[in-house]
């Protein structure tokens, strides 16, 4: 058990839709990220934020969004949803070590499944 | 662009045979390497971070080691319970940018 938590673990939707998965740190924590693995594509990163801000973006549509509240939990939010959005979407969480190293470590992930 | 590859794509070994998992990177400044182990529809499992040419990590019947193009995650000794995907990624000094290989599939037959 990492000590990230996610929920929902599996999320069956309609085309068109919109969804929000929800992502709590590891206590301490306060950089977030989130990940989309589909079969294809393996591992890839979406965005990072730290401390309510965000950090680094990587291969995330403008369909999707995040924000991190104040709690340091983070929510990412999928809209207009396609059938190529089913994947599994996981979150991570890391403090920054003395050496500026993020070793991240990842919650169970959330299978979304759009029909 | 960062890219990450990872050989082979799959392996399958006898259990106590020993072998070695390849990760090749390209990346605008080198700020750190990890290395995941990931089971089927589980969450990466962290492993190490190695960060500098020549480290080297351990960690029961695994090491990891670093040169300035690639490393290596030795498995000696395997266990059928070592069976997972081991999955590599770079951080960049530039852009906080982080990159997963495609990893390599293990199997270890008992």
Redesign the interface.
Known sequence: D?G?TQTPKHLITATGQRVTLRCSPRSGDLSV?W?QQSLDQ????LI?YYNGEE??K?NILERFSAQQFPDLHSELNLSSLELGDSA?Y?C?SSVESL???????????T?LTVL | EDQVTQSPEALRLQEGESSSLNCSYTVSGLRGLFWYRQDPGKGPEFLFTLYSAGEEKEKERLKATLTKKESFLHITAPKPEDSATYLCAVESNYGQNFVFGPGTRLSVLP
Do not use: K, T
């Open positions: 990492s990230v990220y990940y393996g591992l890839q990163f990072q950090r680094a990587g599994l996981f991570a050496a500026g190293l993020n070793e991240q470590f990842f919650g169970p992930g299978r």
